[in-house]
């Protein structure tokens, strides 16, 4: 699995981008408690 941090995804800043190679998934940390 490929972990990239700080990615900016859609005009969000602090993303994390994971891949396993099929599937991706990307998280923002500016939303959230």
Known sequence: MEIQE???FEGWKNCIRMTNG???????????P
Do not use: L
């Open 6 to 8: 700080k990615y900016n």
């Open 22 to 32: 099929e599937v991706e998934i990307v998280v923002t940390t500016d939303v959230g």
